[in-house]
């Protein structure tokens, strides 16, 4: 859908990167001409990530990295502007979630998902914006949110809690560096049916009709819906576009407040 050589020259680190939506990002941002980082703890992962894409001839490298430790995260830029002469955009896609009620939830659960989604958001865009503002076509930035962060997300107060803060996180940096051309916007996906979060939560559990049924085209999104609005607003064509929260979730949350 994108010419192929839509983010060729650009630098790409993505947290997260080597499995589910952050893989589906990677991979076509390689395909679309970008330098590749992926950045997350397993190391068996990573190494299948570079293997997948690297018998497709792709650049795409990996980095071993907990984003919930400053030191990692910002070792993991540094690895990436050593690796490929500089650092474009920045995708914080890392998450850690878990389902319980609110009452059950201990402070150290509590304290995991904040540390892994909104303080590993945080230093991701602290360490990458001196090389970011220095990027010859405007840094960029993207962090994966979701609307269950604006709407309350039962069962997962800290993720909404973490998801709310990202969002609010984006619009604060989106102002604070837009002098230095440096883009920053979330994206927030619905239900994504090709994902193991989503196989577990809805399938697994018999709900997949009806929560297929709470978006408003009746059907859950793909991992390459994400990506795509991924390559959108890292690419040449979103370049007006800053402090936006992109909903891509097939009318979901607007079917919850309207219906
Ligand atoms: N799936 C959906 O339907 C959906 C809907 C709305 C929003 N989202 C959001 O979309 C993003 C991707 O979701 P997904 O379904 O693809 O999730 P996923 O398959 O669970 O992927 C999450 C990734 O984060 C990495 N990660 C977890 N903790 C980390 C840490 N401390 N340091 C570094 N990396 C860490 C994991 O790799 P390691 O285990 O190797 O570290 C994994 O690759 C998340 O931000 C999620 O909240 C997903």
Known sequence: MFTSD????????????????GFEIAATYARLGAKVMVASRNQERLDGAVTALATEGLTIQAIRTDVRNYEEVQSAVATTVSQYGGLDILVNNAAGNFHCPTADLSPNGWRTVIDIDLNGTFYGCHAAYPHLKKS?????????ATMLGLSGWPGA???GAAKAGIISLTRTLAVEWGDDQIRVNTISPGPIGDTEGVRRLYQE???EELERKKTALGRFGKKSDIANAAVYLASDLGQYITGENLVVDGGRWLKYVAA
């Open 6 to 21: 839509v983010l060729k020259g650009r630098v790409a680190l993505i947290t997260g990167g080597a499995g589910g939506i």
């Open 157 to 159: 107060a800290h993720a």
């Open 136 to 144: 010859e076509y405007g840094g960029c930035i993207i962090s994966i």
């Open 205 to 207: 559990t018999g709900r």
